[in-house]
């Protein structure tokens, strides 16, 4: 019981929430860029939040059924097909042994998320199995999704199909430009060496609009902008969290991501909400964002409402 | 003494980081880092599940906790409580780890070198290496990398300008006043001395690797034979 890889696209990704408790022998967490649009996929399976999904970055997996099961297509606005005829995001849908399923290239967002029902099989290493290229560690051998590769899963004949309202799905930086002009705001908690910054090197930062560059990837998002100047650029090395944003000495903001290093010796204005963050990975180079800061129980009212939106959001129910 | 000195900064909405000292200070001490491995223990017993992950540095502490199993004022409240109760500091704490170096003008490029700037024979520079009792201060960089220090003054060297594009697993190393056994072939740019063969991360034994951060590691001079018996590889650079 499997999907074969009939295609990889560019990045293809085995993932699941991330490894946790690992850091004290330097392995980073790993998982979802986009956490909220794979939650989405493995509930649309009625799967448990950390089942086995597959990250595709810009598009570009086939894959061919070599069971019965059902599937769905989460995040970046795609073409999907099964067979060759089209099929909705943000849905469930059955597939049959010999079945063909082609992802297009990502028009707008970056990154889908392709859950199975049940989840793929794909045995744990250090307690999870999200796929850290930089460390080879997780999915098949710790390496991306190449050609031929068999994703085992479980034969599943019936299940109830459902889908997520369009109305409820992201829009990715296509969302209309703040009163500033900036296609997303990212919401940030000062911290860190927030101190160490100047009052008008802050004020820059908060008010200034920042680009995203095509110098990004799993282990941190480089934007272009205003440049930050932190007075000291000699520090000791500390741990670094999801959502850091490292400056370095070009003053050119990095906000780290889910590969990123578990500790590391750049000052840092903050970090960036992890809702946020996943926003964030979906936007393509050139996309514009600013940051608002938020303080501890702003973040902790967002997250909660948030969470209450998304088990209170009713799917549709598909017939077959 | 306590660790009331510490001081907690926000990290992100669900980490706090405790630095220990004066967080703008470059300066590393023993007794800050057997603060850090005493309170790692306090965190690890009182936050239960309650704990994502801790990441210990040279002078610091990045807590990540789970708000769904407490409250951030909670998670502030426990670390405040844990850095104001009175430890036992022993800066011998930690288990002392000897590993042995096959230090090598040819597989360690740099060796000569430092022994050239420090004005010191090659015999002269193996020796201080291996007499210094290192402290584990941090584990990062990539799986297994372990920040040992300090150096003697007199090898400590600065980072190369052009980074290897291939450093081989096992190649021991110095970066200002800090030493390293490379756990994988990786790009690197430290100044290579020799080579280990104790593997620094094994992903299928427990535990993955020989220390943990509060460690104490002693390098112990190996002639070629022996490091080939220990299961070493060579490599051309």
Known sequence: MSFKVLQPGLLSLIQDLGRFGQHDIGLTTGGPLDSEAFLWANRLLHNTPNACAIEVSFGGLQLLAQTDSYFCVTGAHLNLTINGVNKALWSSHKVV??????????????????????????????????????????????????????????????????????????????????????????????????????????????????????????????????????????MLSEGICLGAVQVPADGQPIVLLNDRQTIGGYPKIGAVMARDTARLAQLRPGDTLRFEAVDLHQAHTINTLAQLKFDATALLQLKD | MSTKQAHIEIASENSYMVYFGDPD?????????????????????????????????YASLLVIYDTTQCDHLWAKKALRSILNAPKKLNQDSGQLVRMPVFYSPKYGPELSLLAQNAGLSVAQVIAIHSATEYRVYAIGFAPGFAYLGEVDERLAAPRLATPRVKVPAGAVAIADRQTAVYPASSPGGWNLIGLCPTPMFNAAKQPHMPVSVGDRVQFDPIDEQQYLAMGGQLHEL
């Open chain 1, 97 to 234: 042994n010999g079945d063909e399923i082609k992802l297009g290239y990502s028009s707008h967002g970056c990154r889908s998320y392709v859950g199975v029902a049940g989840g793929f099989n794909i045995s744990p290493s250090f307690g999870s199995s999200a796929t850290v290229m930089r460390e080879k560690v997780g999915g098949l051998n710790g390496a991306k999704l190449a050609t031929n590769d068999s994703l085992p899963c479980t034969e599943i004949t019936t299940l109830l199909r459902q889908a997520l309202p369009e109305a409820h799905w992201p829009l990715y930086g296509q969302e209309g430009t703040d009163k500033n002009g900036a296609d997303t705001v990212l919401r940030l908690l000062p911290g860190y060496q927030h101190h160490q910054f100047d009052p008008v090197t802050k004020a820059r930062f908060f008010h200034g609009q920042y680009a995203v560059t095509d110098r990004s990837d799993r282990m941190g998002m480089r934007l272009e902008g205003p440049a930050v100047s932190c007075p000291s650029q000699q």
């Open chain 2, 25 to 57: 200070s470059l300066h590393i001490s023993p007794v800050v880092s057997a603060a850090i491995a005493a309170s790692c223990e306090q965190i690890k017993q009182h936050f239960g599940n309650r704990l994502i992950d801790l990441v210990a540095s």
